[in-house]
Protein backbone atom coordinates (compact mmCIF):
# COMPACT_ATOMS: atom_id res chain seq x y z
CA UNK A 1 0.00 0.00 0.00
CA UNK A 2 1.42 3.41 -0.71
CA UNK A 3 1.85 6.21 1.64
CA UNK A 4 -0.34 8.64 0.18
CA UNK A 5 -3.43 5.54 0.07
CA UNK A 6 -2.43 4.71 3.70
CA UNK A 7 -2.41 8.60 5.14
CA UNK A 8 -6.15 8.51 3.37
CA UNK A 9 -7.64 5.66 5.08
CA UNK A 10 -6.24 7.09 8.27
CA UNK A 11 -7.74 10.14 7.81
CA UNK A 12 -10.81 9.15 7.27
CA UNK A 13 -10.69 6.93 10.19
CA UNK A 14 -10.70 9.88 12.19
CA UNK A 15 -13.00 11.83 10.92
CA UNK A 16 -15.44 8.85 11.60
CA UNK A 17 -14.58 8.71 14.40
CA UNK A 18 -14.85 12.68 15.24
CA UNK A 19 -18.54 12.49 15.81
CA UNK A 20 -18.24 10.11 19.22
CA UNK A 21 -15.25 11.68 20.18
CA UNK A 22 -17.46 15.50 20.21
CA UNK A 23 -20.74 13.50 21.23
CA UNK A 24 -19.17 11.90 24.40
CA UNK A 25 -17.10 15.31 25.08
CA UNK A 26 -20.56 17.34 24.97
CA UNK A 27 -21.63 15.47 28.15
CA UNK A 28 -19.42 16.24 30.43
CA UNK A 29 -19.72 12.80 33.03
CA UNK A 30 -21.79 10.73 31.15
CA UNK A 31 -20.45 7.85 29.27
CA UNK A 32 -22.01 4.82 27.10
CA UNK A 33 -21.69 2.67 31.02
CA UNK A 34 -21.73 5.30 33.62
CA UNK A 35 -22.92 7.97 35.02
CA UNK A 36 -20.32 10.68 37.43
CA UNK A 37 -22.02 12.71 40.09
CA UNK A 38 -19.59 14.57 42.73
CA UNK A 39 -20.07 15.51 46.00
CA UNK A 40 -18.46 18.18 48.43
CA UNK A 41 -19.34 17.43 51.57
CA UNK A 42 -18.19 17.34 55.43
CA UNK A 43 -16.39 13.79 56.01
CA UNK A 44 -14.14 14.81 58.74
CA UNK A 45 -14.95 17.11 61.78
CA UNK A 46 -17.77 18.27 64.35
CA UNK A 47 -19.91 18.22 60.91
CA UNK A 48 -18.88 14.75 59.47
CA UNK A 49 -21.95 12.51 60.45
CA UNK A 50 -24.06 15.15 58.16
CA UNK A 51 -21.55 14.99 55.62
CA UNK A 52 -21.21 10.87 55.64
CA UNK A 53 -25.33 10.44 56.29
CA UNK A 54 -25.95 12.36 52.95
CA UNK A 55 -22.91 10.16 51.05
CA UNK A 56 -24.40 7.10 52.49
CA UNK A 57 -28.21 7.88 51.29
CA UNK A 58 -26.77 8.81 47.80
CA UNK A 59 -25.28 5.82 47.30
CA UNK A 60 -27.66 3.38 48.65
CA UNK A 61 -30.31 5.08 45.87
CA UNK A 62 -27.56 4.71 43.65
CA UNK A 63 -26.81 0.95 44.33
CA UNK A 64 -30.37 0.46 43.91
CA UNK A 65 -30.81 1.84 40.91
CA UNK A 66 -27.40 -0.09 39.53
CA UNK A 67 -28.42 -3.54 40.74
CA UNK A 68 -31.37 -2.96 38.25
CA UNK A 69 -28.86 -2.81 35.68
CA UNK A 70 -28.14 1.40 35.68
CA UNK A 71 -30.51 3.90 33.90
CA UNK A 72 -30.39 3.05 30.63
CA UNK A 73 -27.54 0.77 31.14
CA UNK A 74 -25.48 3.53 32.83
CA UNK A 75 -23.89 2.73 36.18
CA UNK A 76 -24.55 5.76 38.73
CA UNK A 77 -21.35 6.74 40.57
CA UNK A 78 -20.57 9.05 43.39
CA UNK A 79 -17.19 10.96 43.82
CA UNK A 80 -17.03 12.58 47.42
CA UNK A 81 -14.22 14.76 48.62
CA UNK A 82 -14.22 16.28 51.79
CA UNK A 83 -14.46 20.26 52.71
CA UNK A 84 -14.42 20.14 56.44
CA UNK A 85 -17.69 22.52 56.30
CA UNK A 86 -15.51 25.21 55.41
CA UNK A 87 -16.00 27.05 52.38
CA UNK A 88 -12.69 27.61 50.83
CA UNK A 89 -12.15 23.83 50.72
CA UNK A 90 -16.02 23.42 49.38
CA UNK A 91 -14.96 25.68 46.59
CA UNK A 92 -11.42 24.03 45.74
CA UNK A 93 -13.55 20.55 45.87
CA UNK A 94 -15.44 22.19 43.30
CA UNK A 95 -13.60 23.01 41.03
CA UNK A 96 -11.92 20.05 40.94
CA UNK A 97 -14.91 17.84 40.41
CA UNK A 98 -16.16 20.33 37.55
CA UNK A 99 -12.71 21.03 35.56
CA UNK A 100 -10.39 17.83 36.18
CA UNK A 101 -13.03 15.31 37.59
CA UNK A 102 -15.84 16.43 35.09
CA UNK A 103 -18.90 15.20 36.65
CA UNK A 104 -22.62 15.48 35.14
CA UNK A 105 -23.39 17.33 38.10
CA UNK A 106 -22.75 18.48 41.76
CA UNK A 107 -25.60 16.47 44.65
CA UNK A 108 -25.74 16.77 48.41
CA UNK A 109 -23.31 19.45 49.56
CA UNK A 110 -23.59 19.67 53.51
CA UNK A 111 -24.21 23.64 54.88
CA UNK A 112 -24.43 27.10 54.13
CA UNK A 113 -21.49 29.09 53.86
CA UNK A 114 -20.45 25.50 51.94
CA UNK A 115 -23.08 25.60 49.25
CA UNK A 116 -23.51 29.81 49.31
CA UNK A 117 -19.69 29.27 48.02
CA UNK A 118 -19.53 26.49 45.65
CA UNK A 119 -23.19 26.82 43.89
CA UNK A 120 -22.09 29.98 41.87
CA UNK A 121 -19.64 27.88 40.68
CA UNK A 122 -21.76 25.46 39.42
CA UNK A 123 -24.45 27.72 37.80
CA UNK A 124 -21.61 29.50 36.05
CA UNK A 125 -20.19 26.46 34.61
CA UNK A 126 -24.13 25.42 33.68
CA UNK A 127 -23.69 22.23 35.93
CA UNK A 128 -27.06 21.24 38.34
CA UNK A 129 -26.37 21.51 41.62
CA UNK A 130 -28.72 19.07 43.77
CA UNK A 131 -30.23 18.38 46.92
CA UNK A 132 -27.86 20.74 48.95
CA UNK A 133 -28.05 19.76 52.73
CA UNK A 134 -29.11 23.33 53.54
CA UNK A 135 -32.30 24.98 53.64
CA UNK A 136 -30.72 28.91 53.48
CA UNK A 137 -33.04 30.80 51.14
CA UNK A 138 -30.32 32.28 49.28
CA UNK A 139 -30.06 28.76 47.25
CA UNK A 140 -34.34 29.38 46.93
CA UNK A 141 -34.40 33.35 45.95
CA UNK A 142 -33.74 33.96 43.60
CA UNK A 143 -34.19 30.95 41.36
CA UNK A 144 -31.36 29.80 39.47
CA UNK A 145 -32.17 26.87 37.37
CA UNK A 146 -28.89 24.80 38.01
CA UNK A 147 -30.14 24.70 41.58
CA UNK A 148 -33.06 22.00 42.94
CA UNK A 149 -33.74 21.70 46.40
CA UNK A 150 -35.20 18.62 47.89
CA UNK A 151 -36.40 19.86 51.48
CA UNK A 152 -38.13 22.60 52.53
CA UNK A 153 -36.76 25.70 53.52
CA UNK A 154 -35.33 27.12 57.18
CA UNK A 155 -37.91 29.58 57.03
CA UNK A 156 -40.16 26.81 57.14
CA UNK A 157 -38.77 25.14 60.17
CA UNK A 158 -38.50 27.85 62.08
CA UNK A 159 -41.92 28.80 61.72
CA UNK A 160 -42.78 25.10 62.75
CA UNK A 161 -40.90 25.52 65.94
CA UNK A 162 -41.87 28.93 66.71
CA UNK A 163 -45.90 27.36 66.31
CA UNK A 164 -45.16 24.83 68.64
CA UNK A 165 -43.42 27.23 71.24
CA UNK A 166 -46.22 30.20 70.99
CA UNK A 167 -49.51 28.10 69.61
CA UNK A 168 -48.43 25.51 71.75
CA UNK A 169 -47.35 26.50 74.84
CA UNK A 170 -48.38 30.03 75.09
CA UNK A 171 -44.81 31.51 75.56
CA UNK A 172 -43.45 34.92 74.58
CA UNK A 173 -40.14 34.92 75.65
CA UNK A 174 -37.87 33.20 72.53
CA UNK A 175 -34.22 33.39 72.05
CA UNK A 176 -31.67 32.72 69.69
CA UNK A 177 -28.35 31.06 69.72
CA UNK A 178 -26.84 30.47 65.93
CA UNK A 179 -23.64 30.04 64.22
CA UNK A 180 -22.03 33.11 63.35
CA UNK A 181 -22.36 32.79 59.40
CA UNK A 182 -24.82 32.51 56.63
CA UNK A 183 -26.09 29.50 58.13
CA UNK A 184 -27.05 30.96 61.29
CA UNK A 185 -28.22 34.28 60.29
CA UNK A 186 -30.49 32.47 57.78
CA UNK A 187 -32.00 30.64 60.28
CA UNK A 188 -32.02 33.64 62.62
CA UNK A 189 -34.21 35.33 60.16
CA UNK A 190 -36.68 32.89 60.23
CA UNK A 191 -37.01 33.14 64.01
CA UNK A 192 -37.59 36.92 63.57
CA UNK A 193 -39.63 36.69 60.78
CA UNK A 194 -41.91 34.42 62.38
CA UNK A 195 -42.34 35.97 65.99
CA UNK A 196 -42.91 39.27 63.73
CA UNK A 197 -46.37 37.41 62.52
CA UNK A 198 -47.25 37.04 65.78
CA UNK A 199 -45.95 40.77 67.24
CA UNK A 200 -43.65 39.58 68.94
CA UNK A 201 -39.40 40.10 68.75
CA UNK A 202 -36.66 37.43 69.47
CA UNK A 203 -35.84 38.43 73.79
CA UNK A 204 -32.18 37.67 72.94
CA UNK A 205 -29.57 36.20 71.23
CA UNK A 206 -26.09 34.45 71.52
CA UNK A 207 -23.46 33.29 68.90
CA UNK A 208 -20.57 30.99 67.98
CA UNK A 209 -17.78 31.03 65.76
CA UNK A 210 -18.41 27.49 63.09
CA UNK A 211 -16.43 25.26 63.45
CA UNK A 212 -16.07 25.59 67.70
CA UNK A 213 -17.53 24.84 70.99
CA UNK A 214 -16.96 28.14 71.99
CA UNK A 215 -20.91 28.62 72.97
CA UNK A 216 -20.19 30.51 76.44
CA UNK A 217 -20.22 33.98 75.63
CA UNK A 218 -23.42 33.20 73.56
CA UNK A 219 -25.15 31.59 76.24
CA UNK A 220 -24.58 33.93 78.86
CA UNK A 221 -25.94 36.98 76.84
CA UNK A 222 -28.85 34.74 76.13
CA UNK A 223 -29.48 34.23 80.22
CA UNK A 224 -29.58 37.53 80.73
CA UNK A 225 -33.19 37.40 78.62
CA UNK A 226 -34.75 34.64 81.13
CA UNK A 227 -36.06 32.89 77.83
CA UNK A 228 -38.53 30.37 78.07
CA UNK A 229 -37.65 28.73 74.89
CA UNK A 230 -34.22 28.85 72.60
CA UNK A 231 -34.37 27.98 69.24
CA UNK A 232 -31.08 26.60 68.13
CA UNK A 233 -29.10 27.09 64.37
CA UNK A 234 -26.15 25.25 64.83
CA UNK A 235 -24.22 22.24 64.16
CA UNK A 236 -24.52 19.08 66.80
CA UNK A 237 -21.43 19.22 68.87
CA UNK A 238 -21.68 23.06 69.80
CA UNK A 239 -25.78 22.73 70.47
CA UNK A 240 -24.72 19.82 72.94
CA UNK A 241 -21.81 21.90 74.44
CA UNK A 242 -24.83 24.71 74.57
CA UNK A 243 -27.70 22.80 75.87
CA UNK A 244 -25.87 20.78 78.63
CA UNK A 245 -24.02 24.28 80.08
CA UNK A 246 -27.41 25.80 79.79
CA UNK A 247 -28.91 23.18 81.88
CA UNK A 248 -25.68 22.73 84.57
CA UNK A 249 -26.38 26.84 84.70
CA UNK A 250 -30.19 26.16 85.39
CA UNK A 251 -32.01 28.45 82.62
CA UNK A 252 -34.85 26.85 83.03
CA UNK A 253 -35.89 27.00 78.94
CA UNK A 254 -37.12 24.92 76.37
CA UNK A 255 -34.55 24.29 73.63
CA UNK A 256 -35.22 23.42 69.82
CA UNK A 257 -33.29 23.28 66.67
CA UNK A 258 -33.57 22.83 63.05
CA UNK A 259 -33.01 19.54 60.91
CA UNK A 260 -29.29 20.73 59.90
CA UNK A 261 -28.10 19.58 63.53
CA UNK A 262 -28.29 16.13 62.86
CA UNK A 263 -30.82 14.40 65.12
CA UNK A 264 -29.27 11.35 66.23
CA UNK A 265 -25.89 12.58 66.60
CA UNK A 266 -27.39 15.62 68.80
CA UNK A 267 -29.52 12.87 70.83
CA UNK A 268 -26.46 11.14 70.95
CA UNK A 269 -24.23 13.65 72.10
CA UNK A 270 -26.83 14.75 75.17
CA UNK A 271 -27.97 11.14 76.40
CA UNK A 272 -30.32 11.81 79.30
CA UNK A 273 -29.45 15.70 79.25
CA UNK A 274 -31.19 15.62 75.76
CA UNK A 275 -34.59 14.73 76.77
CA UNK A 276 -37.70 17.07 75.20
CA UNK A 277 -35.53 18.69 73.36
CA UNK A 278 -36.85 19.63 69.86
CA UNK A 279 -36.13 18.87 66.35
CA UNK A 280 -37.54 19.82 63.19
CA UNK A 281 -37.32 17.52 59.76
CA UNK A 282 -37.72 17.99 56.69
CA UNK A 283 -37.98 14.20 55.90
CA UNK A 284 -40.80 11.77 56.97
CA UNK A 285 -39.98 9.65 60.53
CA UNK A 286 -36.87 7.13 59.42
CA UNK A 287 -38.59 4.57 61.36
CA UNK A 288 -41.87 4.91 59.69
CA UNK A 289 -42.43 1.73 56.81
CA UNK A 290 -45.79 2.88 56.47
CA UNK A 291 -44.42 5.60 54.26
CA UNK A 292 -43.56 3.88 51.23
CA UNK A 293 -40.40 6.06 50.61
CA UNK A 294 -39.23 5.03 54.26
CA UNK A 295 -40.10 1.07 53.02
CA UNK A 296 -37.95 1.34 49.88
CA UNK A 297 -35.39 2.92 51.96
CA UNK A 298 -35.02 0.21 54.45
CA UNK A 299 -34.88 -2.21 51.86
CA UNK A 300 -32.11 -0.21 50.22
CA UNK A 301 -29.95 -0.39 53.98
CA UNK A 302 -30.36 -3.72 54.58
CA UNK A 303 -29.67 -4.91 50.86
CA UNK A 304 -26.13 -2.05 50.59
CA UNK A 305 -26.08 -0.34 53.80
CA UNK A 306 -23.50 -2.46 55.34
CA UNK A 307 -24.83 -1.94 59.04
CA UNK A 308 -25.81 1.68 58.41
CA UNK A 309 -29.00 2.61 60.65
CA UNK A 310 -31.94 4.05 59.45
CA UNK A 311 -31.29 7.99 60.11
CA UNK A 312 -32.87 11.19 59.36
CA UNK A 313 -29.80 12.24 57.61
CA UNK A 314 -29.26 9.37 55.56
CA UNK A 315 -33.04 9.33 54.15
CA UNK A 316 -32.56 13.04 53.08
CA UNK A 317 -29.59 11.59 50.66
CA UNK A 318 -31.84 8.52 49.79
CA UNK A 319 -34.23 11.29 48.68
CA UNK A 320 -32.07 13.00 46.82
CA UNK A 321 -30.58 9.48 45.51
CA UNK A 322 -33.59 8.89 43.94
CA UNK A 323 -34.65 12.20 42.69
CA UNK A 324 -31.69 11.93 40.51
CA UNK A 325 -32.21 8.87 39.08
CA UNK A 326 -36.12 9.53 38.51
CA UNK A 327 -35.25 12.52 36.81
CA UNK A 328 -32.54 10.29 34.37
CA UNK A 329 -34.89 7.97 33.78
CA UNK A 330 -37.30 11.08 32.45
CA UNK A 331 -34.71 12.62 30.80
CA UNK A 332 -33.94 9.40 28.30
CA UNK A 333 -30.79 7.91 26.78
CA UNK A 334 -29.74 10.74 24.88
CA UNK A 335 -29.54 12.60 28.46
CA UNK A 336 -27.73 16.17 28.96
CA UNK A 337 -27.73 18.45 31.49
CA UNK A 338 -30.69 20.17 29.46
CA UNK A 339 -32.93 17.64 29.21
CA UNK A 340 -32.21 16.49 32.80
CA UNK A 341 -33.09 19.70 34.21
CA UNK A 342 -36.46 19.25 31.73
CA UNK A 343 -37.57 16.39 33.42
CA UNK A 344 -37.22 17.87 36.79
CA UNK A 345 -38.78 20.86 36.17
CA UNK A 346 -41.55 19.65 33.17
CA UNK A 347 -41.90 15.95 33.87
CA UNK A 348 -44.78 16.92 36.64
CA UNK A 349 -44.44 15.38 40.09
CA UNK A 350 -42.05 13.29 41.53
CA UNK A 351 -43.49 10.36 43.69
CA UNK A 352 -40.81 9.22 45.94
CA UNK A 353 -43.18 7.09 47.74
CA UNK A 354 -45.90 8.54 49.74
CA UNK A 355 -43.81 11.93 49.52
CA UNK A 356 -43.72 14.19 46.73
CA UNK A 357 -41.55 16.05 44.74
CA UNK A 358 -42.99 19.12 42.88
CA UNK A 359 -41.27 22.10 40.63
CA UNK A 360 -41.37 23.99 38.03
CA UNK A 361 -40.23 27.13 36.11
CA UNK A 362 -39.71 29.57 38.67
CA UNK A 363 -39.78 27.11 41.82
CA UNK A 364 -36.72 24.87 42.59
CA UNK A 365 -38.14 23.53 46.08
CA UNK A 366 -39.49 20.19 45.81
CA UNK A 367 -41.09 19.63 49.27
CA UNK A 368 -42.92 21.53 51.69
CA UNK A 369 -43.63 19.61 54.81
CA UNK A 370 -41.75 20.03 58.42
CA UNK A 371 -41.96 17.32 60.96
CA UNK A 372 -41.18 17.37 64.46
CA UNK A 373 -39.46 15.42 66.30
CA UNK A 374 -37.98 15.29 70.31
CA UNK A 375 -35.35 13.51 72.11
CA UNK A 376 -36.41 10.92 74.11
CA UNK A 377 -32.80 11.47 76.67
CA UNK A 378 -32.18 7.46 76.09
CA UNK A 379 -30.35 8.45 72.59
CA UNK A 380 -33.14 8.31 70.98
CA UNK A 381 -35.78 10.42 69.11
CA UNK A 382 -39.64 10.03 68.59
CA UNK A 383 -42.14 12.03 66.38
CA UNK A 384 -43.79 15.05 67.75
CA UNK A 385 -46.45 16.31 65.37
CA UNK A 386 -48.16 15.83 61.74
CA UNK A 387 -46.27 17.30 58.97
CA UNK A 388 -46.69 21.32 58.41
CA UNK A 389 -46.43 22.99 55.29
Known amino acids: MSLNRRSFLLASAALALAPVVRTRA????????????????????????????MKAGIELAFAEANAAGGVYGRRLELLSYDDGYEPEKAIANTRRLIEQDGVFALVGEVGTPTSKAAMPLAVEAGVP?????TGAQLLREPFRREVVNVRASYFQETEALVDHFVRGKGYTRIAVFYQDDSYGRAGREGVRRALARRNLEIVGEGTYERNTLRVKRGLMAIRRSRPQAVVMIGAYAPCAEFIRLARRLRLGADYANVSFVGTRALAEALG?????????????????PSVPLVAAYHQALQRFGQ???????????????????????????????????????????????????????????????????????????????????
Do not use: H, K, W
Open 26 to 53: AVPGVTADRILFGQSCALEGPAQALGRG
Open 129 to 133: FLAPF
Open 272 to 288: PQGAGVIVSQVVPFPED
Open 307 to 389: GLAPGFVSLEGYMAGRLVTTALARAGAAVDRGRFLDAIYGGGPIDLGGITLAYGEGDNQGMELVFLTELDGRGGVRPLARAAG
